[in-house]
């Protein structure tokens, strides 16, 4: 080939590689008629293929709530949209701001329909959730469904052309950029300057000007940046990713390669290696490495791996309140661990005594102000009324914020002791506040554990099935206090053990919480149950969701890894108002 028609097919590569990286990154890319239908589905504040989820009805589009989703819901709305199938359901994320209606609850699928308005559900509207329960999915993009003969598609094929965009990097032919790689060593050099070792990595301007943040721009041949000295032979595979988006990460260099993304707004790997973290984020007992992973994430604005470390704080909060992290806390992370109902603790009164605890050992540094702020997200309703009676003689702060105590205190007893329409007929009660709704609570009576080598003999397998019963109040309301619920937790490790009782489990072990009692007499009152993993006995590693009975882990969720699976099951029941 001659070095003309060499550059030629350099740059026509290159040309494919810009035009293509515009669209998804699968082989089609759709554009819909724009004009909504009455059922249309769409994802809304995400990428092409995924997103907060939204259906247009009575001219609004409006959103669904996250109770129960698995997989069967999301496989549909993915279908409706003309992927293949759904990757996973995301609980919990933040996809910008949702002000219309929510307009479906308690969605039931059979993951065979073809539109999402065809499963069967209550009523349009119908619903107790709030915005925050607003459901996601992430579509598989592998594939291409070609049955919707209104959609256009545009050809994609930059995927195939990944290691050819790796040789033109590897053979810096007709490069025209030139980065210098700067990092000090440590060392001081005969003069008293700092010693100072570096590499000059070449690329092509074309490729990096889709990233501003390299000044790739007309009349620039070189950019110089400084990295860590451990960073600095991780940069020239960073450069390498950006032609071909490949790269292989271990934990050694993950970090360098998330610091470098952040940087130069390489936003898929940011996210990709920040999600990575969660590998190391179990192993620091300590919880200064979660600490400050959040604080590199609140820095580099990672809000992926920022949310991550939040999860595993939240859900090993007893851990970390008796960490030599606890007082390292920055009022922003408190406060958001306060806020989330995922928040895995023996009690509520367990979560006062550990934010009195912290703003007393915060002393001065700690405005009045914000020490209120922290207490008013304590949800005192659900602290036990004996507990509530006790809090002025036993809380530290009382005396200094009495107030607000008192305030809180008198609507937790107004809470505890009146029926539910006296509440609803008050209008200062908002059953959408979350001081109405409980956390993940593991004392008892809502919770009970089995540990995942307890058996109990079965006919057919004599290690196959395990079992307890959960006794618990239908509600922490005391106008329920003559009231109990049995629930029977089973997890069955075979499939005989499924059919045992009449059911076909997917994989194991299969997990199932049974109320033994007839909800329907208690119809203002949903269950919110939970399935915690606990590694070890150490930390909790995965929070589950029940539908229909039955634990789900349809969620985007990370699970934690948990060596030679040795885990607890503990189920907790959370009963509340709707």
Not at 66 to 74: T, Y
Not at 449 to 475: C, F, K
């Amino acid at each position: 080939m001659s070095a003309h028609r060499f550059s030629v097919t350099v740059w026509l590569l290159l040309l494919l590689h810009v035009s293509g990286s515009a669209t998804r990154r699968n082989l089609f890319s759709r554009q819909r008629n724009p004009v909504p239908q009455d059922g249309d589905a769409r994802l809304f504040g995400g990428g092409a293929a995924d997103g907060r989820v939204e259906i247009y009805h009575d001219r609004t589009w409006g959103t669904v709530c996250d109770d129960g989703w698995d997989l069967a819901e999301a496989h549909v709305v993915c279908r409706q949209l003309g992927f293949a199938r759904a990757e996973s359901v995301v609980i919990g994320k933040d996809y910008g701001k949702a002000s219309g209606p929510i307009w479906l609850d308690d969605l039931k699928c059979e993951g065979t329909e073809m539109y999402l308005s065809t499963c069967a559900f209550i009523n349009w509207g119908a619903t107790d959730c709030s915005h925050k329960e607003d459901v996601g999915v992430i579509c598989e993009t592998s594939r291409a469904n070609l049955a919707n003969d209104d959609t256009l598609y545009s050809l994609d094929h930059s995927i195939s052309l990944s290691d050819e965009r790796g040789q033109i990097f590897d053979s810096a032919s007709g490069a025209n950029f030139f980065i210098s790689v700067r990092s000090m060593t440590g060392n001081t050099q005969e003069d008293g300057t700092p010693e100072v070792v570096g590499v000059t990595v070449w690329a092509h301007k074309l490729i990096l000007s889709q990233f501003p943040l390299f000044n790739a721009s007309e009349g620039v041949s070189n950019i110089t940046v400084d990295v860590g000295l451990f960073c600095q032979p991780h940069f020239s595979s960073f450069i390498r990713y950006i032609y071909t988006r490949k790269v292989d990460v271990n934990l050694s260099s993950v970090q360098c390669l998330h610091w470098m993304a952040s940087t130069f707004g390489v936003k898929q790997l940011m996210e990709d290696t920040g999600r990575l973290f969660s590998k190391i984020l179990p192993e620091d007992a300590s919880f200064q490495t979660q600490v400050s992973l959040y604080e590199y994430a609140a820095e580099t604005q990672d809000w992926v791996l920022q949310e991550n470390c939040i999860q595993y704080m939240a859900w090993n909060y007893p851990n970390l309140t008796s960490s030599p992290a606890w007082t390292r806390l920055s009022v922003e992370l408190l406060r958001s661990l306060l806020l989330r109902s995922d928040l895995v603790v023996p009690d509520e009164h367990f979560v006062l005594q550990t934010v009195e605890s912290w703003i007393t050992e915060k002393g001065n540094s700690t405005s009045l102000e914000t020490q209120v702020e922290l207490l008013s997200l304590i949800r005192f309703p659900m602290i036990p009324a004996k507990v509530l009676y006790e809090l002025e003689s036993n809380s530290s702060l009382y005396s200094t914020h009495m107030s607000l105590y008192r305030e809180n205190i008198l609507n937790a007893f107004q809470f505890i002791v009146l029926v539910f329409s006296n509440l609803i007929s008050n209008p200062k009660f908002n059953r959408e506040d979350d001081d109405y709704r409980p956390r993940i609570y593991t004392a008892e009576p809502w919770s009970a554990a089995l540990p995942l080598q307890q058996n109990v003999y079965s006919r057919h397998n004599q290690y196959d099935t395990m079992a307890t019963v959960v006794n618990t109040p239908v509600h922490n309301s005391l106008i329920f206090k003559g009231n109990t619920i049995s629930w029977e937790a089973n997890v069955f490790k075979s499939q005989q053990a499924c059919a045992n009782r009449g059911l076909r489990c997917e994989s194991f072990p299969t997990v199932r919480l049974m109320p033994q009692n007839h909800l329907s007499q208690w119809s203002n009152i949903h269950f919110r149950n939970r399935l915690l993993l606990i590694c070890q006995n150490k930390y909790v590693f995965q929070v589950q969701d029940f539908k229909n009975n039955m634990a789900v882990n349809g969620t985007q969720v990370l699970a934690y890894p948990c060596p030679d699976n040795q885990y607890t099951f503990r189920f907790v029941v959370r009963p509340e108002y709707v």
